[in-house]
């Protein structure tokens, strides 16, 4: 098996081009231990050259919110009272980490997002 790094947008690209003729190779075989190899390459390229931020923990709740349809009475379990909602929602105070686990428990959240509030410190 013939299988070099990934080093520029050009190897990265023919890695996917590969990648895309392998997709219906079985498990087991050479070409889909192929592909095995070639999606990790890929796989670490793009977290490399690619990385993606999580949400802020306001946007991560409104998301969550807006996917579920959920309304500030639904969060008031979980945060406090609904006045408090509305400051954590308007990023006027920070979430506590009872707040986070509840949120993190009750709607699924991830807690990544949920401790990520570097944005609601700086909009304060």
Not at 14 to 20: F, G, Q
Not at 54 to 59: F, H, I, R, S, T
């Amino acid at each position: 098996m013939n299988i070099r790094p990934i080093k520029t947008e050009a190897d990265y690209r023919n890695t996917l081009r590969e990648i895309e003729t392998l997709m219906a190779a079985q498990a087991g075989t050479e070409e889909g231990d192929r592909l095995d190899v070639l999606t990790t390459l890929v796989e670490a390229y793009e977290r490399r050259h690619f990385p993606m931020e999580l949400p802020d923990a306001v946007e991560a709740i409104k998301f969550r919110m807006e996917q579920q349809g959920l309304t500030v009475d639904d969060l008031v379990p979980a945060i406090g009272r609904k006045n408090r909602v509305y400051e954590i929602l308007a990023r006027k105070r920070p979430l506590t980490v009872r707040m986070i686990q509840s949120l993190h428990e009750r709607f699924n959240i991830p807690a990544e997002s949920l401790i990520n509030q570097s944005s609601s410190r700086r909009a304060a």
